[in-house]
């Protein structure tokens, strides 16, 4: 895999098909085959596909990356919001209990 790259393809002759592999770089050592064909009966068939596939694997990786984003910002809004609330009822209970003459 070429540097910078986070996937790739790769074409591995065996015999006489030919199999491509979609590729992830996991980390800076680890490597892992997010997806396989097997049976391509020219080289040409096989990179047509990984390309393809790549662009397509690629393409819904970036939508699931986005459909996270959108879920991770709703849950820090929600959050936020409880926060806000907690803090309001914190501070009516101790503006009640400081009226009522209860100092601590």
């Known amino acids: 895999m070429a540097k910078g790259k986070k996937y790739d393809y790769q074409v591995i ?3 006489e098909t030919w199999s491509v592999k979609i590729l992830r770089q996991a ?3 680890k490597i892992v085959v997010s997806k396989r064909q097997d049976g391509f009966a020219t ?3 096989a990179k047509a596909w990984g390309e393809a596939e790549l662009k397509q694997f690629m393409e819904q990786q970036k939508e699931r990356n986005k ?4 879920r991770r910002e709703e849950r820090i809004e929600a ?3 409880a926060q806000a609330r907690h803090e309001e009822a914190q501070a009516r209970w101790e503006e009640s209990r400081n009226e009522s003459g209860h100092d601590e």
Do not use: L, M
């Open 43 to 45: 080289e040409d068939e």
């Open 67 to 70: 459909r996270k984003a959108d």
């Open 79 to 81: 959050e936020a919001q």
């Open 13 to 15: 002759a065996e015999g």
């Open 27 to 29: 980390s800076a050592r």
